[in-house]
């Protein structure tokens, strides 16, 4: 399934539109909320995305702050962008986990300014676009973002450890993504202007699915498009190819906040879980509930703890 972050970011940006003018709808997103009413004062509501990763890092979000003796309100699973930051500019959750660049393509008209496609770049840019009364803490190094990556015997035969040495051998190898990808320039447009590769033939699949994932453990394709954090990179054991040109907007995961909500304590606990998480390490946790389908709130403990941040 594509995560809700991946929308096209016209997509995206006509989303946020309507979903911020929409703040005195009868439509609310947190109408079916399983705990009912507002959260007593001084608690803080957090919310997430309607896909694992995001729920798994506001549980661990959750846990950090109760940790510090602040009372937490679960608001899990809200839905797509578009709910989620109507819910935070209304009042109805106080703190959910982003991704730098989706949010900064979905606030920016038109999308992330051409050129701005590194972490400190996109934060940057990021704090001049977040809508009044919000605020992000510090960002973390993991990132869930475009990868190109291939099987660990393509790596070997070809000796690819970055998108760069795939120019010489990319005219015998088969790519496979979503069928946007032929058109986008984070796709292969960008591939061949930036680094000078052009495949042999592009398989539209899917986005980071389970359709390049089979391609690839079958061979039909050699490279494909998986986000940086799928389980099915630890599952079968892919390489990731570094990119050394920042042809992909940063996407590293960052507390997006109501700057009423925010304080010392909270932004420190929340700070220190920024600081241990990694791309590598979020890989590994996030497969213990996708593959070994373990609970989301023992896993978030487990996390914390093996990090010393409860």
Do not use: H
């Not at 001084?42 to 997430?48: F, L």
């Not at 973002?145 to 690819?160: F, G, H, I, R």
Request: net charge negative; glycine share 8%.
């Amino acid at each position: 399934m594509m995560r809700f972050g991946r929308f096209t970011a016209v997509t995206a940006a006509l989303a946020l539109t309507v979903a911020l003018t929409a703040c005195g709808a009868d439509e609310d997103p947190l109408a079916n909320d399983n705990g009912g009413g507002s959260a007593a004062p001084g608690t803080i509501t957090i919310g997430s995305a309607n896909f694992a990763e995001s729920e798994l890092l506001a549980e661990i979000y959750s846990q950090a702050i109760e940790a510090k003796g602040v009372q937490v309100k679960r608001q899990f699973n809200i839905g797509a962008r578009e709910l989620y930051l109507k819910a935070l500019q209304d009042g109805s959750i106080d703190l959910l986990p982003e991704y730098n660049g989706a949010l900064l393509s979905a606030l920016t008209p038109g999308g992330a300014p051409e050129g701005v496609s590194k972490p400190e770049d996109v934060l940057g840019a990021l704090k001049k676009v977040l809508p009044a009364g919000t605020e992000v803490l510090e960002q973390s190094p993991a990132e869930d973002k475009d990868t190109l990556t291939v099987t660990q015997e393509t790596a070997t035969k070809y000796s690819l450890k970055s998108i760069e040495d795939l120019k010489p051998v990319a005219k015998d190898l088969v790519i496979g993504a979503g069928p946007e990808w032929q058109e986008r320039y984070q796709g292969l447009k960008g591939l061949e202007a930036v680094y000078g590769v052009k495949f042999k033939e592009f398989k539209p699949l899917d986005a980071g699915g389970p359709l390049t994932v089979n391609a690839l453990v079958k061979g039909q394709i050699q490279v494909g498009n998986i986000f940086s954090t799928d389980s099915s990179i630890t599952v079968n054991k892919f390489v990731v190819l570094e990119d050394p040109k920042s042809l992909y907007l940063a996407e590293n995961i960052i507390p997006l906040i109501r700057t009423t909500a925010n304080n010392p304590t909270v932004s420190g606990a929340l700070n220190a879980v920024s600081a241990k998480l990694t791309t590598e390490n979020l890989t590994t946790t996030l497969a213990k509930v996708q593959v070994d389908k373990q609970d989301t709130a023992s896993v978030a403990k487990a996390w914390l703890t093996e990090n010393g941040l409860v």
